[in-house]
């Protein structure tokens, strides 16, 4: 845990140069636009620890795989987040000497994440050897108003300070990924150019062939009106732009760069030079000024229905906050063929941009806080990775359409190669359908159905299908050799949540094939066609979900994790040292797989997505079995404990799961943050908040509210998009009222008891 940056509704700010944890921050001050981002890599250069990273979403390189024993069916690489083109580098010399914080003593450090803004500031004091005072203020945003634009202004000031300063903005393309599996460099080598208007460099990534251009214009003033010459130079994969000037007390510099960042996803590789040039003359003719108000305005819209406010735990305030922030600037839902990685812009970790997490956990999200169109673009993007989905099922044996998700994707591809996830962690096909489920429910749409939801769903049937075994010993369907959700167990037999959410996707998709079959029979007859889908085929699902194996112990009246989980060792975490504590970082793998101990929900991460099929003694059981035995050492755990831990009214375990989610990455819950964020976990926390102390649920297509928040809580506030309405709830310790924002009147249930909801 650490507790160094201070508490703030609006801002996260670190008082005071924290050098032992740069590479924390600068997971934690990353900035982004949904299209490009990074890590809060200081522009000046730094020579201590750091980790530079700027990051394209959809750019990503196939690192050739390295695995200790090949497996036929492992993927042949491992697509990488790619550290892009280094846009943010602005030099500064003091007579001569390059500033570096690393080095160089500073004063009055302070850096600020504004998040209602999206402003990245910085300032400090250094003292020149010569004499005086020099102060610098940062200011860096990635425009939400322009996918393309990002701006920087620095300020530096004199006091009792003569001498010279020298600043120079540069683009450098000499960049690298520190997780490259054989030290490879991912793009090929740079071009540059430049003229009285423009710098600009660009590359292409190797094998993949992705085109990333930036362009800058840089500006700067002596005391804000002396235009200052800067003479250009053109390296191999850096341009940059020099500026001098003589300073004296009392005198300030200020310069101005705006970058405009184009990749090949959205301009053609040879129109970029064109392209850029006329973009970033665009942008100057706007203005630095111009541009952050469109900017900050573009941060209020999403505001205005993203935002939580909670009064009386500043520190719950700031760690939502944190939360809708990253998520927000990691994927706007514009573009169906992006998704949102574990990471997003804030590190290279986990490589892929996709797991089940989007599923399971960002769509509820993006379903509550944006419009519709958000979330269904999500299920686009895995709509229109079908294909690959079926060809990654037919690399590993199976046949006739059946398709496998991959565990960790980019294109559509698995990239994922360590067996045990590969190849058995299969209960990422589940939520795929869960996730059709979830956005129709709660949007009331059903044309995804239509339009690429029955597709997905009948050919993840098939996978399932051929994915279990009938067992004559047990005279029941059986799933051999899985891996739950929870990864600290590999190769078992008969996973619950596996089988539950297997059985569930045929009835459910059974149901949505009879529906339109009777509303939409044209359409129906053109998916059957498509998929060469016969009557009789749903004929063996049913008999599999009659029959599927269900592992449940009579004395516990329990459901068992798997086959055999009873044969273990059953102890509470608590039993544990703490100095054993995470188990991941100090216990041999075999001592892992070996214990009862559980990473992150799985038993309850069924009992959570289908709480409406268990009563609430049920699900208390099995809560109060499994969750002793938790460890949560995935950041994708606590929220789901939360919510279930309300429901079940276990206020105090519910507040503090919350915590752990909330403040995971501002307070290093799991000292792992410096390699960048918990991004698809940041879902989970607003649904600790939203589904668990607001007990906000979508029963029969009618939105219903079970409120209960936390004691040191006075009050909580939010706004939701439901069925084409946007309403604000307000609840307090004894009352929860619901407003009606916009959209037609429409019934809401608070406590069970019908509200009907109109615009006044
Ligand atoms: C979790 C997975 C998750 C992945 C990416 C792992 O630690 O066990 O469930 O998909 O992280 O967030």
Request: glycine content about 8%; overall charge negative.
């Amino acid at each position: 845990m650490k507790k160094y940056l201070i508490e703030d509704a609006w801002c996260i700010i670190e008082d005071g140069f924290h050098p032992e944890f740069q590479e924390v921050s600068e997971s934690i001050f990353s900035l982004g636009n949904g299209r490009f981002g990074g890590r809060g890599n200081f522009e000046e250069g730094y020579s201590g620890k750091t980790l530079p990273g700027a990051y394209f979403a959809g750019v990503y390189y196939p690192d050739v795989t390295r695995v200790g024993w090949w497996k036929n069916g492992y993927p042949e690489y491992f697509a990488k987040v790619l550290n892009g083109v280094h846009w943010i580098g602005l030099e500064i010399k003091i007579d001569g000497e390059k500033l570096d914080l690393a080095t160089t003593p500073c004063t009055h450090f302070r850096r600020t994440l504004d998040m209602q803004q999206g402003l990245l500031q910085r300032s400090f004091e250094i003292s020149p050897a010569s004499g005086g005072t020099l102060s610098f203020a940062f200011e860096r945003f990635c425009s939400m108003a322009d996918p393309d634009v990002a701006c920087i202004e620095l300020r530096i000031n004199s006091t009792g300070f003569t001498g010279r300063l020298e600043v120079t903005p540069f683009l450098d393309f000499d960049v690298h990924n520190r997780d490259a599996n054989y030290g490879d460099q991912f793009w090929i080598a740079a071009k540059t150019s430049q003229d009285e208007t423009h710098a600009m460099v660009s590359s292409k990534t190797k094998k993949t062939n992705f085109t990333v251009s930036s362009f800058m214009h840089t500006a700067t003033t002596l005391n804000d009106h002396i235009s200052i010459p800067s003479t250009g130079k053109r390296e191999s994969k850096k341009v940059s732009n020099h500026f001098e000037a003589e300073i004296q007390d009392g005198s300030s510099l200020r310069c101005r760069k705006l970058v405009v960042n184009l990749n090949s996803l959205y301009v053609a590789d040879a129109d970029q030079p064109s392209e850029g040039k006329r973009k970033l003359s665009e942008v100057v003719q706007k203005g630095y000024d111009e541009i952050k108000r469109e900017h900050i305005e573009a941060w209020k819209d999403i505001w205005d229905t993203a935002d939580i406010q909670i009064t009386g735990d500043l520190p719950a305030q700031q760690g939502i906050r944190f939360n809708i922030f990253q998520l927000w600037q990691t994927y706007t839902g514009k573009d169906a063929r992006l998704n949102i990685g574990p990471k997003g812009f804030t590190g290279e970790k986990y490589g892929g941009s996709t797991y089940w997490d989007t599923e399971a956990y960002c769509i509820p999200f993006y379903l509550s806080t944006g419009d519709a169109g958000v979330a269904r673009n999500l299920l686009v993007y895995r709509y229109l990775h079908l294909p690959k989905a079926i060809e990654n099922a037919s690399k590993l044996g199976f046949s006739d359409g059946a398709a496998l998700y991959p565990m960790v994707t980019m294109n559509g591809e698995e990239c994922h190669n360590e067996w045990e996830i590969t190849f058995e962690e299969i209960h990422r096909n589940g939520a795929m359908v869960y996730a059709i489920y979830d956005y129709i429910r709660y949007t009331g749409d059903t044309s995804y159905l239509l339009e690429g939801g029955l597709e997905v769903m009948i050919s993840i049937c098939r996978f399932w299908k051929q994915r279990v075994n009938y067992s004559r010993d047990k005279n029941a369907w059986v799933m051999l050799g899985v891996t739950g959700p929870n990864e600290y167990e590999n190769n078992v037999n008969n996973n619950w949540y596996t089988n539950y959410i297997a059985r569930w996707c045929w009835q459910y998709t059974i149901e949505q094939i009879k529906w339109a079959a009777e509303n939409h029979p044209v359409e129906w007859e053109t998916i059957q066609e498509k998929l060469n889908y016969q009557d009789g085929e749903s004929d063996d699902w049913r008999e599999r979900i009659k029959g599927i194996y269900l592992p449940f112990d009579e004395t516990r009246s329990v459901y068992l994790q798997q086959d055999g989980f009873l044969d273990k060792e059953l102890q509470p975490v608590k039993a544990l040292p703490s100095s054993d504590l995470p188990l991941n970082q100090k216990w041999s793998w075999d001592r892992i797989l070996r214990s009862c101990y559980i990473k992150q929900a799985d038993v309850l991460q069924g009992m959570y997505f289908f709480e409406d099929h268990f009563e609430a003694d049920t699900v208390r059981r099995h809560f109060e079995f499994y969750e002793p035995m938790t460890v949560h050492e995935s950041s994708l755990s606590p929220c789901v404990h939360a919510i279930l831990a309300s429901r079940l009214g276990m206020k105090d375990k519910a507040t503090e799961m919350y915590h752990r989610t909330a403040r995971l990455d501002l307070d290093d819950y799991n000292n792992d943050t410096e390699d960048g964020l918990h991004i698809t976990s940041m879902a989970g926390t607003w649904m600790s908040v939203v589904r668990g102390f607001a007990g906000l649920r979508v029963i029969r297509d009618e939105l219903h509210f079970e409120p209960s928040i936390p004691d040191e809580w006075d009050g909580l506030a939010f706004t939701v998009h439901f069925r084409g309405r946007i309403m604000k709830i307000a609840i307090t310790k004894d009352e929860c009222e619901v407003v009606l924002r916009s959209g037609s009147a429409i019934p809401v249930f608070v406590r069970g008891e019908r509200r009907e909801l109109n615009i006044e």
